[in-house]
């Protein structure tokens, strides 16, 4: 697998998951006798639950569970101040995106101090210069790549959201487990699986793409596209097979694979766009994301570098003949995507998404404009391979309202 090799987090696949194997990480990466503190959300989750309550008969171990979903600067700081006290030899983070976030935050600050806020934004005060504890995170969501990324998504005090970029956030090793994803909710599956299959894009249309990222980036966004359906369908309890190795699982390497793919590039505009959306209509990271997929691929696809890629990846899952041209066989692939979405029931439009309505207005239509006026200050946005201006994203938020 190149993505081992491409990787500096060393990531390992389990199928059960137990105590045994949670000292059998912390063993592995050299961790002694120190305290273990766990970084994990206020829902109950047995597999995961059972497994610390059985560390804790041997081990010293601490946890912290007060992650929240898209989680603020003041919890983070919070939470380091928690484990300050504990002096943790290693943390490890059990969950989602925002958990895996949290836990990658929360050790850069016991090692660097300060608030959360100091490091995010454009007027940064301080960056982060020391490692923090032994890191391992371990994914309960099929989508976010975080366990193999150097960057992590906050929301300063301010309410703006921002990507923090260190490779002092990067986890030591993270564990890929088919059990803990063996039972996700279909719109769960949906919104991650879509944050994935767009990371592997945003890489693919990056300024910052190599014949390294291009290649990690073309196998993963293949990878999510076959495993995406299947597992969605498998969550929804349609076509679950017995002992056949889940679609889910399937899913989670992908995910995992465009993780490592992102991580050399960063992302784009449709993450640049995505957080505005959050930010002021509290959509979910994947599917504010899967929002702005289908207006983005279509202008990022008629760069003909992008085009030669994306045809790769269409001739590679079936979607267009081999005799297509690049052009034909990119356009096949956009189309698949957007079908997917729809399928998978995530919005595109602003008179989808729940509680906003039907607008004609020309005033409220420029003023929703202008709230997107600040992710042109978004460092992701200036990756995209076609430079976006005020008048692009204008067009792109046009074609969404009535
Ligand atoms: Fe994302």
New binding site residues.
């Given amino acids: 697998m190149i993505e081992t090799f491409a990787s500096p987090t060393r990531v390992g696949e389990i199928s059960r998951f137990d105590a045994e194997t949670l000292s059998g990480a912390a063993a592995y990466l050299g961790a002694g006798q120190g305290t273990i503190l766990f970084v994990v959300d206020p829902r109950p989750f047995p597999v995961r639950d059972a497994a610390i309550a059985e560390l804790a008969k041997t081990k010293n171990i601490a946890v912290l569970d007060r992650v929240v979903p898209d989680p603020k600067s003041a919890d983070i700081d919070a939470m380091a101040e928690a484990a300050r006290e504990l002096k943790p030899e290693i943390v490890i983070g059990i969950g989602g995106g925002s958990t895996l976030d949290s836990a990658k935050a929360a050790a850069m600050l016991l090692a660097n101090g300060g608030s959360l806020d100091d490091y995010l934004g454009p007027n940064a005060s301080r960056v982060a210069e020391k490692k923090g504890p032994l890191l391992v995170l371990i994914p309960t969501t099929a989508g ?1 790549g975080s366990e193999v990324t150097r960057f992590g998504v906050y929301t300063a005090r301010t309410g703006r959201k921002y990507t923090l970029a260190s490779p002092l956030l990067r986890a030591d090793a993270a564990l890929l487990c088919e059990e803990l994803v063996a039972s996700l909710p279909a719109p769960l599956v949906a919104m991650a699986g879509y ?1 994935a299959l ?2 592997a894009l945003e890489t693919l249309w990056n300024k910052n793409a190599t014949p390294l990222s291009d290649l990690l980036a073309e196998k993963a966004l293949a990878a999510v596209y076959e495993n995406l359906r299947a597992a969605w369908e498998e969550s929804n309890g349609r076509t679950v097979k017995k002992n056949s190795s889940s679609a889910c699982f399937g899913l989670l390497r992908a995910a995992n694979a465009a993780g490592v793919a992102f991580d050399k590039t960063g ?1 784009a505009a449709i ?1 640049a766009l995505s957080f505005i959306l959050s930010e002021e209509w509290h959509l979910p ?2 599917a504010a ?1 899967a929002f702005f997929t289908g207006a983005i691929y279509s202008r990022n696809s008629k760069e003909a570098a992008v085009a030669a890629k994306l045809a790769r990846v269409a001739r590679r899952t079936g979607t267009a003949a081999e005799t297509d041209s690049d052009s034909t066989a990119a356009a096949k692939l956009g189309d698949a995507f957007e079908t997917l979405r729809a399928d998978l029931k995530l919005a595109a439009r602003f008179a989808e998404l729940e509680g906003f309505g039907q607008t004609t207005d020309a005033r409220k239509t420029a003023e929703i404009v202008a709230r997107f006026g600040t992710s042109l200050d978004d460092p992701k946005m200036k990756n995209n391979i076609v430079p976006m201006d005020a008048e692009s994203v204008r067009a792109v938020l046009e074609e969404k309202l009535p």
């Fill in positions: 976010t944050d767009t990371h992302t993450h990271h994947g994301c």
